[in-house]
T-cell receptor
Framework: DADVTQTPRNRITKTGKRIMLECSQT?????MYWYRQDPGLGLRLIYY???????NKGEISDGYSVSRQAQAKFSLSLESAIPNQTALYFC?????????????????FGPGTRLTVL | DAKTTQPPSMDCAEGRAANLPCNHS???????VYWYRQIHSQGPQYIIH???NNETNEMASLIITEDRKSSTLILPHATLRDTAVYYC?????????????FGSGTRLLVRP
């Protein structure tokens, strides 16, 4: 079973609709992240959370909101979807620590959710 | 914030070493160099990271220059499954955690 899962995997919706993307993890990590990826570009951070009820804005948080009600779950909402939010969305988790004296922060990514807003 | 510069694309023959360069001339002393890769549209996968010294793991080697202004990721024996986009990321400390800033990466094509 995958350690980081995302639902739905694909979603087509219309402008103005409210959409929620879910992320669940079984890795027991405290830190979770939401990214979006546009075609041909790298990932951009939307929001991140270091613990339950902890929420921090990333590079591009406008138009999005998140909820972290449990350690294993981190949901991303688009309150009123618009076409330029069409993208591939990734959830990730990490567990801060040291490995050989180096800060770790290896992030584990889910399979992604492809969202299309018409 | 330290930026990274990578060639947009490279190719190498299967079985040969793939050497992917990255420039990060504005890196500061406490910033790490991370490498991730993304196969097709899957979630990115961690490869390796380092601070000052060269690092090696089961996937790759990371060579960081002495002045830390550039690095090279080495895949010693590239296979077709290594075809992917490779991201060199300088990870900066923010809010007591290291945040990953992805650039556009290098698209590596491994030829049969």
């Amino acid at each position: 079973d995958a350690d980081v899962t995302q639902t739905p995997r694909n979603r087509i919706t219309k402008t103005g609709k409210r959409i929620m993307l879910e992320c669940s993890q079984t890795k027991g990590h405290d830190r979770m992240y939401w990214y979006r990826q546009d075609p041909g570009l790298g990932l951009r951070l939307i929001y991140y959370s270091f613990d339950v009820k902890d929420i921090n804005k990333g590079e591009i948080s406008d138009g999005y909101s998140v909820s972290r009600q449990a350690q294993a779950k981190f949901s991303l909402s688009l309150e009123s979807a618009i076409p330029n939010q069409t993208a591939l969305y990734f959830c990730a988790t990490s567990d801060p620590g040291l490995a050989g004296g180096l800060a770790l922060n290896e992030q584990f990514f889910g399979p992604g959710t492809r969202l299309t807003v018409l | 914030d330290a930026k990274t510069t990578q060639p947009p694309s490279m190719d190498c023959a299967e079985g040969r070493a793939a050497n992917l360069p990255c420039n990060h001339s504005t890196i500061s002393g406490n910033e790490y160099v991370y490498w991730y890769r993304q196969i097709h549209s899957q979630g990115p996968q961690y490869i390796i990271h380092g601070l000052k010294n060269n690092e090696t793991n089961e996937m790759a080697s990371l060579i960081i220059t002495e002045d830390r202004k550039s690095s090279t990721l080495i895949l010693p024996h590239a296979t077709l499954r290594d075809t992917a986009v490779y991201y060199c990321i300088v990870s900066r400390l923010m809010d007591s955690s290291y945040k990953l800033i992805f650039g556009s990466g290098t698209r590596l094509l491994v030829r049969p």
